[in-house]
């Protein structure tokens, strides 16, 4: 079956730092793989999803997102984190071979400081 | 368009009890799912529903039942409601219809439900 891991479960990043959040995702052909973020309270709102063809993806709120197939990853990027990007990120893939439901990471936790 | 809506925002059963968890979309899309979220396990799918009258296991099924009379509803039902089953529930919809958006899930803003 398709897996995604994020091996950190906390990130504490500066205001204004750059920050990447590390996926690895098991599967043997191209994947599918989105990053979902989730402010405290609310439900998750999609930033980005690769399907095929460039290998660097961009969503919105200025994240971007590079898959390497030679690394099995699909690491989140943004240049210059904001006190409003403090929130859980869960990446994902498709669990079957349908749209029949995703595969969560168990989520990676940003903590902004000051 | 409402997108993914979910009733109740919030609910407090006592073990044993009944309830049923509303979700619906007027996106007109095929597929719909349920997951629960519990902290440091991500989200984990109980069931999901390829199109009206086809439903199916995920990764948690035991202790929901699912139907899905119509493409816009798909209801979460606890026949017997018990604490490990306090949780977040999250309701989600995907278009199904073949192609790379069939993939993309749009998420409704959850349930919270705790079970004395």
């Known amino acids: 079956a398709q897996s995604v891991t994020q091996p950190d479960i906390h990130i504490t990043v500066s205001e204004g730092a750059s920050l990447e959040l590390r996926c690895n995702y098991s599967?043997?052909?191209?994947?599918?793989l989105f990053w979902y973020v989730q402010s405290p309270g609310q439900g998750l709102q999609l930033l980005l999803k690769?399907?095929?063809?460039?290998?660097l993806v961009q969503g919105i709120k200025g994240f971007e997102a590079e898959f390497k197939r030679s690394q099995s990853s699909f690491n989140l990027r943004k240049p210059s984190v904001h006190w409003s990007d403090a929130a859980e990120y869960f990446c994902?893939?498709?669990?079957?071979?349908?749209?029949?439901?995703?595969?969560f990471g168990k989520g990676t936790h940003l903590i902004i400081q000051p | 368009n409402a997108g993914v809506t979910q009733t109740p925002k919030f609910q407090v059963l006592k073990t044993g009890q009944s309830m049923t968890l509303q979700c619906a979309q007027d996106?007109?899309?095929?597929?719909m799912s349920w997951y629960r979220q519990d902290p440091g396990m991500g989200l984990r799918l109980i069931h999901y529903?390829?199109?009206?009258?086809?439903?199916d296991q995920g990764e948690v099924p035991n202790g929901y039942n699912v139907s899905r009379s119509t493409t816009e509803d798909f209801p979460l039902r606890l026949l017997s409601a018990a604490p490990s089953q306090t949780s977040v529930y999250f309701c989600?919809?995907?278009?199904?219809?073949?192609?790379?958006?069939?993939?993309?899930?749009?998420f409704g803003p959850g349930t919270r439900l705790t079970v004395t």
């Open positions: 989600a919809s995907s278009p199904g219809t073949g192609g790379l958006g069939s993939y993309e899930q749009y």
């Open positions: 599967y043997g052909a191209t994947p599918y």
């Open positions: 690769y399907f095929s063809g460039d290998t």
């Open positions: 994902a893939t498709p669990q079957g071979g349908g749209a029949d439901g995703l595969t």
């Open positions: 996106m007109n899309h095929e597929y």
């Open positions: 529903s390829v199109g009206a009258g086809i439903t």
